[in-house]
């Protein structure tokens, strides 16, 4: 009895909280990052438009769905119909909270947005931020298509 006793009597109980609640932390963040992930479902067809100031408004097409390997991970891609490209890949999409980023690689661009949620905060009804290319940023709202609008 008496070696135990010491033993508890030398360790710093705060060390030991401490050790624990890492511990239960780390264990934690694969079902926390899994359950921020798969808070909003942003998959399905997007559409807004680039408004530089000196073009025309560009409008842009975004094609999100869910990875083929059911990883939970979300590629798509993106058109720009009136320049006739289509099918451009998108590098990553990450979701963080409310916010959410695409790039894309093959334009060298990328749009970082906040996602704004209907009144029940369960639906993704747009996704608003900042189109980044060439050293530009351009506003972009894009709004979920119908599925009227995605048959035309």
Not at 35 to 50: C, M, P
Not at 99 to 111: D, G
């Amino acid at each position: 009895l008496f070696p135990y006793t010491t033993l508890f009597r030398s360790v710093d109980h705060n060390m030991i909280k401490q050790i624990v609640i890492t511990a239960m932390g780390t264990l934690m963040l694969p079902f926390i990052a899994l359950a921020q992930s798969e808070q909003y479902d942003i998959t399905g067809d997007w559409q807004g438009e680039l408004d530089a100031a000196r073009y025309e408004p560009i409008p842009v097409v975004l094609h999100i769905q869910s990875s083929a390997e059911q990883t939970g991970e979300l590629t798509g891609s993106l058109d720009f119909p009136s320049q006739y490209r289509t099918g451009l890949p998108i590098g990553a999409i990450r979701i963080n909270g409310s916010n959410v980023s695409i790039m894309l690689t093959s334009v060298q661009a990328e749009f970082y947005g906040e996602l704004t949620l209907d009144e029940s905060g369960q639906h993704v009804l747009s996704m608003q931020g900042d189109w980044s290319q060439a050293g530009e940023h351009v506003p972009l709202e894009l709004t979920r298509q119908t599925t009227e609008e995605t048959a035309q």
